[in-house]
């Protein structure tokens, strides 16, 4: 599953979710992939924003690598700059408020969404 969470013009904020995600580099028809698009509230929208502006977040962390479990990848910023953070079933104490952006921006993932304790 890849989400998204995509701001417009308008400071509105939509968190757009699709299953299944495409391996990294590669392909798939748009026939083999459901969307679901929610709007964000824009209280959930402004903690997002100001947990990441006024934290201070590692350049890198250690983080478990593992075989069951879910790994979660973050971009924040532009695609093309912007940092990409990375971690395996749970967030990094160095990333610890990456894995509550997550959490938020999840809540809103669409109804088959069924996660485990990132935090």
Known sequence: MSITLWADENNG?????????PERGGFMSSDEVETH????????????VRLLTESRIAPSAESDIGLDGTTY??????YG????YE??????????????????????????NQWVDLL
Do not use: I, N
């Open 73 to 78: 990848e973050l971009h924040v910023g532009p």
């Open 13 to 21: 904020y939509r968190v757009v979710t699709s299953s299944p995600a």
């Open 37 to 48: 698009v929610e709007e964000m509230l824009p209280e959930d929208a402004a903690e997002v």
């Open 87 to 112: 971690w395996w079933s749970t967030a990094p104490e160095e990333w610890r408020v990456l894995g509550e952006v997550v959490l938020m921006v999840m809540a809103y993932a669409g109804p088959d």
């Open 81 to 84: 700059s912007g940092a990409t």
